[in-house]
């Protein structure tokens, strides 16, 4: 039989950390975010409406939202690449360099 090559080929055992295993939590369903904040890309496989697998543990800067969901600017090789991904796959980024802040192109200012 054909292997299956679908969006979400391989991803049955993407890595989850073992004490997040179980109930599905619903603090990373409804977090908010705002423009031009840090986020990180963690894929949960948990849900349905995963970002391509490509983007597991790229970071970026969110631009707006649509619905619920989020576009997320991120740098791909040398692409800069727009992703609309739901908020239980993002990760807030806290700055650790106190009063640096982010221009809209995602650079320091």
Same mark, same amino acid.
Not at 17 to 30: A, F, H, N, P
Not at 41 to 62: D, E, T
């Given at each position: 039989m054909k292997g299956s090559? $679908?969006?979400r080929r391989g991803t049955r055992n993407l890595?989850? &950390?073992v004490r997040? &295993? $179980?109930k599905v939590g619903i603090k990373g369903y409804l977090q908010k975010f705002g423009e031009?904040?840090?986020?990180? *890309?963690s894929i949960n496989p948990r849900y349905r409406a995963i970002p391509h697998p490509r983007f597991q543990g790229k970071s $970026? %800067? =969110?631009?707006n939202t649509q619905g619920r969901a989020y576009y997320v600017r991120i740098k791909d090789g040398d @692409?800069? @690449? @727009? %992703?609309? =991904?739901?908020p239980e796959h993002l990760i807030? =980024? &806290?700055? &650790? *360099?106190q009063g640096v802040s982010y221009n809209s192109s995602g650079g320091r200012e």
């Amino acid at each position: 039989m054909k292997g299956s090559h $679908g969006f979400r080929r391989g991803t049955r055992n993407l890595k989850v &950390k073992v004490r997040k &295993k $179980g109930k599905v939590g619903i603090k990373g369903y409804l977090q908010k975010f705002g423009e031009n904040d840090i986020v990180s *890309i963690s894929i949960n496989p948990r849900y349905r409406a995963i970002p391509h697998p490509r983007f597991q543990g790229k970071s $970026g %800067v =969110i631009l707006n939202t649509q619905g619920r969901a989020y576009y997320v600017r991120i740098k791909d090789g040398d @692409k800069t @690449k @727009k %992703v609309l =991904i739901t908020p239980e796959h993002l990760i807030p =980024i &806290k700055c &650790k *360099i106190q009063g640096v802040s982010y221009n809209s192109s995602g650079g320091r200012e």
